[in-house]
């Protein structure tokens, strides 16, 4: 298996159990009982007074996920570096910092090159060329062993700087590198930015490059052991996360809804969602979800620019994502 499919990450759990008893009797002879009188009579106690159930916490707390990690990354894909198609310049700067950032969290790094070719990006001709993935891992690879991975496209079309999209799924993703850095997860997990997700014309087959270009590469013996892929795009918006599904009844969907439940996130269910990188990995029958799709107006314009992005919205996300991977 190759080197970028799978990785193992730590948490302490800890767990503490208390007791306590009463003495036990000094052992002697029973006194004799004394008949009741009127100063001695049992009287029945009164009733305990009600007390409110406690509410139960989140299984993930807001302050295990530095947002401001998230908030970063979308000012300085969106407002230093801007627009950036999969073939440009300026995406492959943005892929050199996202690949330094996961290092510096301590994940190793390998960026899968693939091709693009030419085409017409919401209405602007875009030159073909290279791109690629930047793909995060930790830990040993164990071949056929089960894992998980988590992914957001990198690439913008060519008139946004893209804060929303999909600056803000990039800085959930490295939040989430950075949280998972001292925490375990149930399974070995993958992250990946994907380069040349923005369409380049109408069909499924000019749009989605990155994505395909990796499930095209895995092993066979990766395909069998991948239990769920979640995408992460334009989760900046919004005040309850979107939940999509290729399909109804989909098993990773309904596993991120009652994460968001255990996280104490509010979500809305969006079915028939094939417009991000899960559907590289469905249409290939493999198991995939996308977290995001709130509708916003400054969508695919110039105007997606920083201040679009609520860091409420980034957390809800970063929180969902950590309890669907613990």
């Given at each position: ?85 999969g073939t440009s310049p300026a995406y492959r700067r ?233």
């Amino acid at each position: 298996m190759r080197r970028s499919a799978i990785a193992s990450v730590g948490l302490v759990v800890c767990l503490g159990v208390a007791c306590s008893g009463d003495p036990e009797p000094a052992a002697g002879p029973a006194p004799s009982p004394s008949p009741p009188t009127s100063a001695t009579a049992p009287t029945s106690p009164p009733p305990p007074s009600p007390t409110a159930e406690p509410a139960p916490e989140p299984r993930v707390s807001p302050d295990e996920v530095r947002v401001a990690t998230a908030v970063a990354a979308v000012e300085h894909l969106a407002g230093t570096v801007g627009p950036r198609p999969g073939t440009s310049p300026a995406y492959r700067r943005a892929a050199r910092w996202v690949a330094g950032r996961f290092r510096d969290l301590d994940w190793s790094v390998e960026q899968q090159r693939f091709p693009t070719p030419a085409g017409v990006s919401w209405g602007i001709p875009v030159r073909g060329g290279p791109s690629t993935n930047v793909v995060a891992t930790r830990g040993d690879l164990r071949p056929g062993r089960p894992w998980l991975l988590v992914g957001a496209h990198l690439d913008t079309v060519p008139q946004a700087p893209g804060a929303e999209d999909n600056a803000s799924g990039i800085g959930v993703l490295l939040a989430v590198a950075e949280a998972l850095v001292e925490r375990r997860t149930r399974l070995p997990v993958v992250l990946v930015a994907f380069g040349s997700e923005e369409p380049r014309g109408p069909s499924d087959d000019e749009h989605h490059y990155g994505s395909r270009a990796y499930v095209a590469g895995l092993a066979a013996r990766e395909r069998q052991s991948l239990r769920g892929m979640v995408s992460l795009d334009r989760v900046g918006v919004g005040s309850v996360l979107p939940v999509g599904s290729a399909g109804a009844g989909d098993p990773v969907q309904r596993e991120l809804l009652a994460a968001a439940e255990r996280a104490g996130v509010p979500t809305v269910t969006d079915l028939e969602q094939r417009s991000s990188d899960h559907w590289s990995f469905v249409r290939a029958g493999l198991p995939g979800a996308r977290l995001g799709s709130t509708s916003y107006a400054a969508y695919h314009s110039s105007t997606d620019v920083p201040s679009v992005v609520s860091r409420d919205q980034l957390a809800r996300t970063a929180r969902t994502v950590l309890s669907w991977l613990r």
